[in-house]
């Protein structure tokens, strides 16, 4: 059975390994659609460097400057990112933005002495359906160094910026 026909498997719809993204058939990722993205390190923990963890956070938020995207807020942990976003009237379509992002943080990374590649090779999507807010999928998002234990509270984990009033 085909992607995107009706009741395929759900396994197949999930990401496994590397390389393999769930993306919705016919659907360009353009427009006003909440887009959740969870992005995952190709190993290891690499973000428990300082540096890097801030230079990734900065590289969200200046490429969704640059591609004139709608940055709701993010969170980074030591080996993923969650970045919650909207391609808004930009016209560009979150698989470019992605593959903007992966680029430019991995050559950073190299740059920096690090092995290439930073990231896995697919990205995890989700697009907020109609009954969820923004709101309330941040509010999941930032959480995730709490239920990590991490931290005790949201706010104090150094990598969460949120751009929206929770």
Request: glycine content about 8%; hydrophobic content about 40%.
């Amino acid at each position: 059975m085909a992607r995107g026909e009706k009741n395929v498997p759900i396994r197949q719809l999930r990401t496994y390994g590397r390389g393999r993204a769930v993306r919705l058939a016919d659907y360009d990722y353009t427009g006003e659609a909440i887009v959740h993205l969870a992005l995952c390190a190709d190993r290891g923990r690499p973000f428990e460097d300082a540096g890097l963890a801030e230079a990734v956070c900065s590289s969200v938020e200046r490429c969704c400057e640059l591609c004139v995207y709608v940055l709701f807020g993010l969170c980074l942990t030591p080996d993923h990112l969650h970045v919650l976003l909207s391609p808004g009237e930009s016209g560009v379509a979150v698989r470019d933005w992605l593959r903007r992002f992966k680029s430019f943080t991995t050559n950073e990374f190299v740059k920096g002495g690090g092995d290439s590649p930073l990231w896995q090779r697919s990205a995890n999507d989700h697009v907020c359906r109609r009954e969820e807010t923004a709101e309330q999928v941040l509010a999941y998002i930032i959480d995730n160094p709490v239920r990590a234990g991490l931290v005790a509270c949201w706010q104090d984990w150094p990598w969460t910026r949120v751009f929206i009033t929770i």
